[in-house]
């Protein structure tokens, strides 16, 4: 009985805290699932909405914005430039992957030590 003292004391918090990540994951997700889904889908049904000047918003279900976003020379070059920041900012931390793998393996003795 002694000594299985240490592996109940030990087991223990680790089940509580698998117990606690699961929670937190099993409320969190939907949470920021609703969080994010029903804003964009709010966008979405506003993007829908017909432009007037002078006027906030005039209900209607028309895809003329999108056409002129997506034929507008001004607005394509902002949607191009985006699109390139975003995957050269995604690509940064990519480039570093190989020489950190290196390092590492460099530290564990498997790699070589010349470049």
Known sequence: MH??????????????????VKGVIGLGLPTV??????PLAFLFRYSLNQFVPGKFMVDALTIENYVKFFTDIYYTAVLTRTVRVALAGAGAPIMWLPLLLRQRARRRGHGSTTR
């Open 3 to 20: 000594d299985m003292l240490p592996t109940v004391l030990f087991a223990a918090p680790i089940f509580f805290l698998a117990g606690f």
């Open 33 to 38: 699932a609703i969080g994010l889904l029903v």
